[in-house]
């Protein structure tokens, strides 16, 4: 049984950072292209950023520059690192295969930026 279990959400002031984690289990993890996607509440879910089993990273373009994507294969976990946050970064943030899957999408963690 695929898992894919996202935390590190939280409530945070307008330029500040967040780090967000995803632990997957149930899946050869090491294979897969990974990504962190959101959903801000009336909007479709979008990807943020995407990593290839290999480590290059891609980015949507509201986010380049402020976060980092990044991977380890030997724990099974992909991070997003959030800095200089905005109010339009509040969403649920998810974690997926990349493409996504359906069968795969977790809770999602809270992320909440005031202004």
């Known amino acids: 049984q695929v898992q894919l279990v996202e935390s590190g959400g939280g409530l945070v002031q307008a330029g500040g950072s967040l780090r967000l984690s995803c632990a997957a289990s149930?899946?050869?993890?090491?294979?897969?292209?990974m990504g962190w996607y959101r959903q801000a509440p009336g909007k479709q879910r979008e990807l943020v950023a995407a990593?290839?089993?290999?480590?290059?990273?891609n980015y949507a373009d509201s986010v380049k520059g402020r976060f980092t994507i990044s991977r380890d294969n030997a724990k099974n976990i992909i991070d997003l690192q959030m800095n200089s946050l905005k109010p339009e970064d509040t969403a649920v943030y998810f974690c997926?295969?990349?493409?996504?899957?359906?069968?795969?999408w977790g809770q999602g963690t809270q992320v909440t930026v005031s202004a």
């Open positions: 997926n295969t990349h493409p996504s899957l359906s069968a795969y």
């Open positions: 149930g899946i050869i993890f090491r294979i897969y292209a």
């Open positions: 990593i290839a089993s290999g480590g290059s990273t």
